[in-house]
């Protein structure tokens, strides 16, 4: 069966510094893959996305950035973190079938002061 | 950009209620999945819908697709506490995912 995870749960950073959090799914071969933002209690906001090794689309002009160096990991980074980063990260990912379903990590929750 | 809106946005019943929650968009859909939250966890996928009038049932939950696959509605008999939690509905197009707002249900005891 697959599996998702993140890593880490939580993270406190303070504004300016980097940041990168780590997505990796088992079980599963040339996944999409998804990077999300949530804000408490709403709807997810689409950051990234890949279908491929080396292959990242932005949906929304920002501070972060995204990679997929192996198959099954994707990577979100950020060389200088601002408040309005702060949020709920979720990784994502789809077997790319036509249904378009997708199957979430428990998520990232990332607190810059 | 795709714009799904769910009602409404809270919703908290008594156990034993019925409730149904909206998701309504002006675009069409290749597919509309559902989504349940529970808070700091990532959402978990209840049902996919990819026939316009497709009607889905899963124990007390019923899913239906609209017509014409621009709307969804959920329907929950006999809501449990266990039912608690952010339902999210997303429709799909070209490889991604459009979320609506979500509806927070709460179900008490």
């Known amino acids: 069966s697959q599996t998702i995870h993140q890593w880490p749960a939580t993270l406190v950073q303070p504004v300016g510094s980097p940041l990168s959090l780590e997505c990796t799914v088992e079980g599963t071969s040339n996944p999409n893959l998804y990077w999300y933002r949530q804000a408490a209690g709403r709807g997810l906001q689409l950051l990234f996305y890949?279908?491929?090794?080396?292959?990242i689309s932005s949906e929304v002009p920002q501070n972060l950035s995204a990679s997929r160096p192996q198959d099954r990991q994707f990577i979100l980074s950020s060389k200088k973190l601002l408040l309005s980063d702060s949020g709920f990260y979720l990784c994502?990912?789809?077997?790319?079938?036509?249904?378009?379903?997708?199957?979430f990590g428990p998520g990232t929750r990332l607190t810059v002061l | 950009t795709q714009l799904l809106e769910q009602s409404p946005q809270f919703l908290s019943i008594q156990e034993g209620e019925n409730l149904t929650v909206y998701c309504n968009s002006s675009s069409v859909f290749s597919s509309l999945q559902w989504y349940r939250q529970e808070p700091g966890e990532g959402p978990v996928l209840l049902v996919t819908?990819?026939?316009?009038?497709e009607v889905k049932k899963l124990k007390r939950l019923t899913f239906q697709f609209g017509d014409a696959r621009k709307d969804s509605s959920l329907h929950i008999t006999a809501a449990q506490p266990g039912d608690t939690g952010l339902y999210l509905c997303?429709?799909?197009?070209?490889?991604?995912?459009?979320f609506g707002a979500g509806t927070t249900v709460t179900v008490r005891a």
């Open positions: 890949s279908v491929g090794i080396g292959q």
């Open positions: 819908v990819v026939t316009g009038g």
């Open positions: 994502a990912w789809s077997d790319g079938t036509g249904a378009y379903e997708q199957f």
């Open positions: 997303a429709g799909g197009n070209d490889y991604k995912l459009s």
